[in-house]
Nanobody, 127 residues
């Protein structure tokens, strides 16, 4: 059974930083798509960033490029989302997700690639 647990959310002022963690159990990070998604009240879920563990290929939404980074620590089976220069429109529930990928980096673009989801961690940015 695969479990993902997010942590690190909280309330910060605009311009501040947070680092979200996603600890996993039940599998190792070989050939996986790992992603961060967010959903604000009344809005659709949005892909924030993803990484393909085998190649290190990363993607970032335009809204977070240059401010957020995604990384993984294979020894700890943990994925991180470093969020800098936070803005009020970054306020949302953030979810980590993962799924096995034997098809290559492009497969991580498919929403259905992510079959394991965490419970979410709230990020609130005040102006």
């Amino acid at each position: 059974q695969v479990h993902l647990v997010e942590s690190g959310g909280g309330s910060v002022q605009a311009g501040g930083s947070l680092r979200l963690s996603c600890a996993s159990s039940g599998y190792t990070y070989s050939n996986y798509c790992l992603g961060w998604f967010r959903q604000a009240p009344g809005k659709e879920r949005e892909r924030v960033a993803h990484i393909f563990t085998a190649g290190g290929n990363t993607y970032f939404a335009d809204s977070v490029k240059g401010r957020f980074t995604i990384s993984q620590d294979n020894a700890k089976n943990t994925m991180y989302l470093q969020m800098n220069s936070l803005r009020p429109d970054d306020t949302a529930m953030y979810y980590c997700a993962a799924g096995p990928n034997a098809h290559g980096a492009a497969y991580c673009w498919i929403s259905g690639a992510y079959i394991y989801w965490g419970q979410g961690t709230q990020v609130t940015v005040s102006s």
